[in-house]
Protein backbone atom coordinates (compact mmCIF):
# COMPACT_ATOMS: atom_id res chain seq x y z
CA UNK A 1 0.00 0.00 0.00
CA UNK A 2 1.23 3.21 -0.89
CA UNK A 3 1.36 6.00 1.53
CA UNK A 4 -1.10 8.87 1.66
CA UNK A 5 -1.67 11.91 3.94
CA UNK A 6 -4.83 13.06 5.30
CA UNK A 7 -6.17 16.45 4.32
CA UNK A 8 -5.48 17.52 7.72
CA UNK A 9 -1.54 16.52 7.13
CA UNK A 10 -1.18 17.70 3.53
CA UNK A 11 -2.46 21.21 4.63
CA UNK A 12 0.33 21.06 7.55
CA UNK A 13 3.25 20.02 5.45
CA UNK A 14 2.07 22.50 2.74
CA UNK A 15 2.01 25.42 5.19
CA UNK A 16 5.31 23.44 6.55
CA UNK A 17 7.19 24.20 3.33
CA UNK A 18 5.45 27.95 2.41
CA UNK A 19 6.21 28.88 6.05
CA UNK A 20 9.97 28.53 5.09
CA UNK A 21 9.92 31.06 2.64
CA UNK A 22 8.97 33.74 5.23
CA UNK A 23 11.96 34.15 7.55
CA UNK A 24 11.36 38.27 8.54
CA UNK A 25 12.18 39.68 4.94
CA UNK A 26 10.23 38.65 2.24
CA UNK A 27 10.89 35.10 -0.28
CA UNK A 28 11.79 35.65 -3.71
CA UNK A 29 11.18 33.41 -7.39
CA UNK A 30 13.90 33.42 -9.45
CA UNK A 31 12.97 32.23 -12.98
CA UNK A 32 15.46 30.43 -14.76
CA UNK A 33 16.36 29.43 -18.68
CA UNK A 34 16.43 26.21 -20.38
CA UNK A 35 19.96 26.63 -18.86
CA UNK A 36 19.70 27.24 -14.85
CA UNK A 37 20.31 31.00 -15.80
CA UNK A 38 18.87 33.49 -13.43
CA UNK A 39 16.70 35.79 -15.94
CA UNK A 40 14.34 37.64 -13.78
CA UNK A 41 13.62 38.15 -9.84
CA UNK A 42 10.27 38.49 -8.45
CA UNK A 43 9.50 39.49 -4.56
CA UNK A 44 7.16 37.84 -3.06
CA UNK A 45 4.50 39.21 -0.47
CA UNK A 46 5.38 38.53 3.45
CA UNK A 47 3.73 36.42 4.27
CA UNK A 48 4.18 34.70 0.53
CA UNK A 49 1.19 32.16 0.66
CA UNK A 50 -2.14 31.54 2.24
CA UNK A 51 -2.87 29.00 4.44
CA UNK A 52 -3.43 25.35 3.14
CA UNK A 53 -6.72 24.57 1.88
CA UNK A 54 -6.82 20.28 0.42
CA UNK A 55 -3.33 20.40 0.56
CA UNK A 56 -2.78 23.67 -1.93
CA UNK A 57 -1.26 26.97 -0.90
CA UNK A 58 -2.38 30.37 -2.64
CA UNK A 59 0.91 32.67 -3.29
CA UNK A 60 -0.59 36.34 -2.02
CA UNK A 61 -0.42 39.47 -3.61
CA UNK A 62 -1.00 38.03 -7.21
CA UNK A 63 -0.07 39.27 -9.68
CA UNK A 64 3.25 39.57 -8.38
CA UNK A 65 6.23 42.15 -10.79
CA UNK A 66 9.30 41.92 -11.10
CA UNK A 67 12.29 42.50 -13.73
CA UNK A 68 14.18 40.62 -16.71
CA UNK A 69 17.65 41.06 -15.20
CA UNK A 70 20.85 40.85 -17.20
CA UNK A 71 21.37 37.51 -18.29
CA UNK A 72 17.64 37.38 -20.19
CA UNK A 73 19.72 39.27 -22.90
CA UNK A 74 16.84 40.01 -25.56
CA UNK A 75 14.66 37.74 -25.04
CA UNK A 76 15.51 34.08 -23.39
CA UNK A 77 12.61 31.65 -22.50
CA UNK A 78 12.05 30.98 -18.29
CA UNK A 79 11.50 27.56 -18.23
CA UNK A 80 11.72 26.89 -14.29
CA UNK A 81 11.65 28.53 -11.11
CA UNK A 82 12.90 28.36 -7.56
CA UNK A 83 11.53 29.68 -4.45
CA UNK A 84 13.99 30.74 -2.42
CA UNK A 85 14.53 32.79 1.01
CA UNK A 86 15.40 36.46 0.78
CA UNK A 87 19.48 34.80 1.37
CA UNK A 88 18.56 32.96 -2.13
CA UNK A 89 18.06 29.61 0.27
CA UNK A 90 16.19 27.50 -2.51
CA UNK A 91 12.94 26.18 -0.71
CA UNK A 92 11.29 24.24 -3.85
CA UNK A 93 12.01 24.61 -7.72
CA UNK A 94 9.29 23.79 -10.55
CA UNK A 95 7.94 24.11 -14.24
CA UNK A 96 6.58 27.58 -15.40
CA UNK A 97 4.02 27.51 -17.37
CA UNK A 98 1.73 30.30 -19.31
CA UNK A 99 -2.13 30.61 -18.62
CA UNK A 100 -1.64 27.42 -16.59
CA UNK A 101 0.38 25.28 -14.34
CA UNK A 102 2.37 26.11 -10.63
CA UNK A 103 3.21 29.24 -11.85
CA UNK A 104 1.96 31.06 -14.32
CA UNK A 105 3.64 33.72 -16.11
CA UNK A 106 1.80 36.55 -19.01
CA UNK A 107 4.53 35.97 -21.09
CA UNK A 108 7.79 33.36 -20.86
CA UNK A 109 9.89 34.80 -23.25
CA UNK A 110 11.87 38.02 -20.95
CA UNK A 111 14.89 40.82 -22.00
CA UNK A 112 16.62 42.20 -19.89
CA UNK A 113 14.17 44.97 -18.22
CA UNK A 114 11.23 43.58 -19.34
CA UNK A 115 8.45 43.63 -16.55
CA UNK A 116 7.52 40.46 -15.82
CA UNK A 117 3.54 39.41 -14.20
CA UNK A 118 2.91 36.26 -12.58
CA UNK A 119 -0.60 36.68 -12.90
CA UNK A 120 -0.89 32.87 -10.61
CA UNK A 121 1.40 30.58 -8.35
CA UNK A 122 0.04 28.05 -5.97
CA UNK A 123 1.90 24.94 -4.23
CA UNK A 124 0.73 22.03 -3.82
CA UNK A 125 1.38 18.84 -1.23
CA UNK A 126 0.30 15.55 -2.60
CA UNK A 127 -1.84 13.16 -0.76
Sequence with gaps: ???????????????????????????????KSAGAVVIAEVTLANPAFSAAATGVA????VPLTGAGIAAAGTGVVATTFDVTTSANTVIWSGAVGVGSGELSLNNANIANGQTVIITSFTHTQPA
Design 1 to 31: MATTLSTTARNAACDAVVDLVDGGSPGKIRL
Design 58 to 61: TALS
